[in-house]
Antibody
Framework: QVQLVQSGAELKKPGASVKVSCRASGYTFTGYYMHWVRQAPGQGLEWMGQINPNSGETKYAQKFQGRVTLTRDTSISTAHMELTRLTSDDTAVYYC??????????????WGQGTLVTVSS | ETVLTQSPGTLSLSPGEGATLSCRASQSVSNSYLNWYQQKPGQPPRLLIYGTSSRATGIPDRFSGSGSGTDFTLTISRLEPEDFALYYCHQYGGSPPKHSFGQGTKLEIK
């Protein structure tokens, strides 16, 4: 079955960087976009950006431009999200989610289980 | 940027009742790009409705979506205990195109 499995929880200090991984299985990794969405404690969902695993092309939400980098390793069907210059406001659960490519439709399904990133001194 | 506003913020109903959740966009959204998700505590969101009105795989037919332009609705016809959760609408569009989510509606047991 289609599955996205993310790396484990992280505890980081302010100013540090974090890299979260998302390993895909059960489908052709290069055939679907991968998005990253975060959810701060008790808050809603916030889209961060997307990567086309086939071409490596990325698009980022303006809020995260210059601070987030999405990459992929097609040899192991894994997408990565790196966020730099962390502050306490970046404390959140980070999700990866699969999306369609190229047919004029877009929805996120499935989602990874989420990775809690805590930023604290 | 397209802003999605969901209402009400919290909806208190009893099992067996019907629920109507609203999602209003600040500018027109293509029907192809309006989706709904359900989220339960400690779980990732789950796709319920895509393209305004199509149910995702395994979603019961008591869930339905409708709407066009700037006004969209998620309807749950007969609430089951497992339906009490958070619901988010999601759209893709605008210029330049980007994804955005509503702030969520909490459906709670009355």
């Amino acid at each position: 079955q289609v599955q996205l499995v993310q790396s484990g929880a992280e505890l980081k200090k302010p100013g540090a960087s974090v890299k979260v991984s998302c390993r895909a299985s059960g489908y052709t990794f290069t055939g679907y976009y991968m998005h990253w969405v975060r959810q701060a404690p008790g808050q809603g969902l916030e889209w961060m950006g997307q990567i086309n695993p086939n071409s490596g092309e990325t698009k980022y939400a303006q809020k995260f431009q210059g601070r987030v980098t999405l990459t992929r390793d097609t040899s192991i069907s894994t997408a990565h999200m790196e966020l730099t210059r962390l502050t306490s406001d970046d404390t959140a659960v980070y999700y990866c989610a699969r999306d369609r490519i190229g047919d004029g439709l877009s929805w996120f399904d499935p989602w990874g289980q989420g990775t809690l990133v805590t930023v604290s001194s | 940027e397209t802003v999605l506003t969901q209402s009400p913020g919290t909806l208190s109903l009893s099992p067996g009742e019907g629920a109507t959740l609203s999602c209003r966009a600040s500018q027109s959204v293509s029907n192809s790009y309006l989706n709904w998700y359900q989220q339960k505590p400690g779980q990732p969101p789950r796709l319920l409705i895509y393209g305004t009105s199509s149910r995702a795989t395994g979603i019961p037919d008591r869930f339905s979506g409708s709407g066009s332009g700037t006004d969209f609705t998620l309807t749950i016809s007969r609430l089951e205990p497992e339906d009490f959760a958070l619901y988010y609408c999601h759209q893709y569009g605008g210029s330049p195109p980007k994804h955005s989510f509503g702030q969520g509606t909490k459906l709670e047991i009355k």
